[in-house]
């Protein structure tokens, strides 16, 4: 799907605040509500949209405990790959699974209430899945910069910022 600027203006402030009404976005992009919901329809047919939802603060929901697992696979087969990709699914502690190049084949980002919570984690549900040769976690003391969206000024037609991005 082609993007103009009115459709990265949409998608900037739906990443912003994926509360706003369908008329909050328009007025924000300088359109009436009719033509910027059939543009935020295109975008979710298209799959530019996948989900909206609200980003929750994990300390406020008592997930206390955030980490990094890195995994490596045993035996490294397509079966094993997929059986592991599948399994990691399920897992509810895991918010993030990426596959990697290098010495681990994995990333996996993990929140749970605590210590303890995290170390049943490993024990009762990441390596019983079976194909895990090596892991390596690293404790998230602080995030510095949260996920806040995609950057998207890349992909304006005109080739110029917003004015509160010039310097």
């Known amino acids: 799907m082609k993007l103009d600027d009115i459709d990265i203006k949409i998608l900037e402030a739906m990443q912003d605040n994926a509360a706003l009404s369908v008329a909050e976005v328009a007025e924000k992009v300088g359109l009436t509500?009719?033509?910027?919901?059939?543009?935020?329809r295109n975008l979710e047919t298209a799959g530019v949209i996948r989900k909206r939802m609200a980003i929750l603060d994990n300390r406020k929901v008592a997930l206390d405990f955030e980490a990094i697992v890195m995994v490596k696979i045993a035996s490294p087969s397509r079966e094993n790959h997929a059986l592991f990709m599948d399994k990691v699914q399920d897992i509810p502690e895991i918010v993030e699974a990426l596959t990697l190049s290098g010495d681990y084949d994995y990333l996996l980002r993990v929140m749970t209430p605590d210590m303890t919570a995290f170390n049943n984690f490993i024990g009762n549900r990441l390596l019983p899945i079976g194909v895990i040769g090596a892991n390596s976690s690293a404790v998230i003391?602080?995030?510095?910069?949260?996920?806040?969206?995609?950057?998207?000024?890349?992909?304006l037609q005109d080739g110029k910022l917003h004015a509160e991005d010039d310097f």
């Open 33 to 40: 509500a009719s033509p910027c919901w059939r543009r935020i």
């Open 141 to 155: 003391l602080k995030t510095v910069k949260p996920f806040n969206g995609v950057p998207l000024k890349h992909l």
